[in-house]
């Protein structure tokens, strides 16, 4: 059963802290994503990896950072949080080949994380 | 905005009745792709049309495919209290899912 694991289910932070979030995938994917879930946004995708330490901005980077030292583990970094980073964090993984062929992703659980 | 547009935000209808699900997108698209989430969970891909395709069925589920209006409809049949739960389109454009803003269904017993 193919799988996505993410470190936290819930976590709480203060403001300024450094946050990181750890996502692991069993399924020798090549790419992996990492959205952030808002109500009435749907998702948005804030970095994605298509290889290992290659990373690629999304549509909301500012304030975060990723790192992608082993392919099957991809890791969301935020610097100094903040309150408006409160939000549920969603991460995936998809199979590699052309953009175009891209199929499902497939989702970890999500982490909610909130800001205080 | 790059964000997808989906009608209506919330449904509610009884079970055993079918439920219908709109999805409008802005951009040239490879595919398109339907997803579920259950409250507070991750998303559980359902469904993916081609850009070529104009309808795909699985099971209870059927999606079409309009490119030139930009347009995709969700429709599940004979719905179940356990298809409660949240429902995104995800338009595959270049390398990005754009995924649509969901509609919350709520099958009643």
């Known amino acids: 059963d193919v799988k996505v694991t993410q470190s936290s289910r819930y976590l709480v932070k203060r403001t300024g802290e450094k946050v990181f979030l750890e996502c692991v995938q069993d399924?020798?994917?090549?790419?992996m994503f990492w959205y952030r879930q808002d109500p009435g946004l749907g998702l948005r995708l804030i970095y994605f990896s298509y290889d290992v330490k290659m990373k690629e901005k999304g549509d909301i980077p500012e304030g975060y950072s990723v790192s992608r030292e082993k392919k099957e583990r991809f890791s969301l970094i935020l610097e100094s949080a903040s309150t408006n980073q409160t939000s549920m964090y969603l991460c995936?993984?998809?199979?590699?080949?052309?953009?175009?062929?891209?199929?499902?992703?497939?989702f970890g659980p999500g982490t909610r994380l909130t800001v205080l | 905005s790059q964000q997808g547009e989906e009608d209506p935000q919330a449904l509610s209808i009884q079970e055993g009745e079918n439920a219908t699900m709109n999805c409008s997108y802005k951009?040239?698209?490879?595919?398109l792709q339907w997803y579920r989430q259950n409250s507070g969970r991750g998303l559980v891909h359902l469904i993916l049309i081609r850009s070529n395709e104009r309808e795909k069925h699985s099971g209870r589920l059927r999606v079409t495919l309009d490119t030139s209006k930009k347009s995709s409809s969700l429709l599940i049949t004979a719905s179940r209290a356990a298809d409660t739960a949240s429902y995104f389109c995800?338009?595959?454009?270049?390398?990005?899912?754009?995924f649509g803003s969901g509609t919350r269904l709520l099958v009643r017993p």
């Open positions: 995936a993984s998809t199979t590699s080949g052309l953009p175009s062929s891209y199929n499902e992703q497939f």
């Open positions: 995800a338009a595959l454009s270049s390398y990005k899912l754009i």
């Open positions: 951009t040239s698209i490879n595919n």
């Open positions: 399924m020798d994917h090549e790419n």
